[in-house]
């Protein structure tokens, strides 16, 4: 983090996910709340470096070969076909500068996913 200036982490549009399952017609799982490209071209490069930093330090992992789009997911449920789920698409706009950034781990439990802050990071805050 200290590699990047504070991200400006815009939030546009709330919608069903996951997105490339919705594009083809398919079953949706999720709620979304949907980051801008811009945003997600950010956290992309972060997320490069970290990558790279770690493959370098000799740490094994399968890299993600889809393209980074940020989103929170805000729910889950039951798989639906998209025909069956009212309409919920919705511009939200809401954006802001982080301070750091946080390493979480996720333990996923009968009761839903537990989160957990493993370290924290400032970024170079020359903004």
């Given amino acids: 983090a200290s590699h990047f200036e504070p991200p400006l982490i815009r939030f546009e549009s709330i919608s069903y996910g996951p997105r490339e399952k919705m594009a083809q017609g398919k079953m949706a799982r999720m709620i979304w709340l949907n980051g801008s490209s811009q945003t997600s071209n950010s956290l992309e490069a972060i997320k490069s470096k970290l990558e790279d930093d770690l493959a370098n330090g000799g740490v094994?992992?399968?890299?993600?070969?889809?393209?980074?789009?940020?989103?929170?997911?805000?729910?889950?449920?039951?798989?639906?076909?998209?025909?069956?789920?009212?309409?919920?698409?919705?511009?939200?706009?809401?954006?802001?500068?982080?301070?750091?950034?946080?390493?979480?781990?996720?333990?996923?439990r009968r009761s839903g996913a537990e989160y957990f802050c493993m370290n924290s990071f400032d970024f170079n805050s020359k903004v």
């Fill in 60 to 108: 094994y992992f399968n890299r993600e070969k889809r393209k980074f789009e940020m989103h929170v997911t805000l729910s889950r449920f039951k798989v639906l076909l998209v025909k069956e789920l009212p309409s919920i698409s919705k511009d939200f706009v809401y954006e802001f500068y982080p301070k750091r950034l946080d390493l979480m781990q996720s333990e996923l």
